[in-house]
């Protein structure tokens, strides 16, 4: 079965500290890899994505993700967060097909201490 | 870049009444497109895949008399939401996807929808 797991709910970090937020998945064809950002009452927009090629990708705002298919992990890191990385994080993983949908992890809630 | 617009950003209606989202592909073609429900501290429900010219495609689970899904053209789907009950009130998001910089998926800036 097509799934994403974002183990962690819910995650707390001091500003200026790094960040990994974790992704795993299980999907049957050669996957199409996202991770979307949420702030509050906003739409998504995307950080990054991994297609084909280098393994580790970067994206806006700092923002990188590094795929490892042996783990289906798609985990994504930056080095210092900033206040305004408060947000809602969801991974999510798709086909090469564009019209196939994707799915998405349940998110993980980044809160961020001053 | 390619862009998805969602309106309205926020709609207010009354129980009983129907009200209509609207997506569109501002610069680009959409054979298909999805639309998305996201419940408080929830994460995002794909509902239905919407293809032009043809019928929605729906999720289990997902009624297609309330939900009625039309993509009268390649730029824009429509969401209306029938008989609105207040557990209607939700998050709606679409999206669409473009052959241009790999397959990406772009997505509108999603409607609240209160049902009072």
């Known amino acids: 079965a097509q799934s994403v797991t974002q183990p962690d709910i819910h995650i707390t970090v001091s500003e200026g500290a790094s960040l990994e937020l974790r992704c795993n998945y299980s999907?049957?064809?050669?996957?199409?890899l996202f991770w979307y950002v949420q702030s509050p009452g906003q739409g998504l927009q995307l950080l990054l994505k991994y297609f084909s090629g280098d393994t580790l990708v970067q994206g806006i705002k700092g923002f990188e993700a590094e795929f490892k298919r042996s783990q289906s992990s798609f985990n994504l890191r930056k080095p210092s967060v900033h206040w305004s990385d408060a947000a809602e994080y969801f991974c999510a993983v798709g086909s090469m097909n564009r019209d196939d949908k994707i799915i998405f992890g349940k998110g993980t809630r980044l809160h961020i201490l001053p | 870049g390619a862009v998805v617009s969602q309106h309205p950003s926020r709609v207010i209606c009354k129980s009983g009444t129907s009200v209509k989202i609207e997506c569109r592909s501002l610069?680009?073609?959409?054979?298909?497109m999805f639309w998305y429900r996201q419940f408080p501290k929830q994460s995002l429900m794909l509902m239905a895949t919407?293809?032009?010219?043809?019928?929605?495609?729906?999720e289990q689970g997902v009624e297609k008399d309330k939900f009625l899904i039309n993509h009268a053209s390649l730029t824009l789907s429509t969401l209306t939401v029938t008989s609105a009950h207040p557990e209607d009130s939700s998050f709606y998001i679409c999206?669409?996807?473009?052959?241009?910089?790999?397959?990406?998926?772009?997505f509108g800036e999603g409607s609240w929808l209160t049902v009072v």
């Open positions: 999206s669409a996807s473009t052959s241009d910089s790999g397959n990406t998926i772009y």
């Open positions: 610069d680009f073609q959409a054979t298909t």
């Open positions: 999907y049957g064809a050669t996957p199409y």
């Open positions: 919407s293809n032009e010219g043809s019928k929605a495609t729906y």
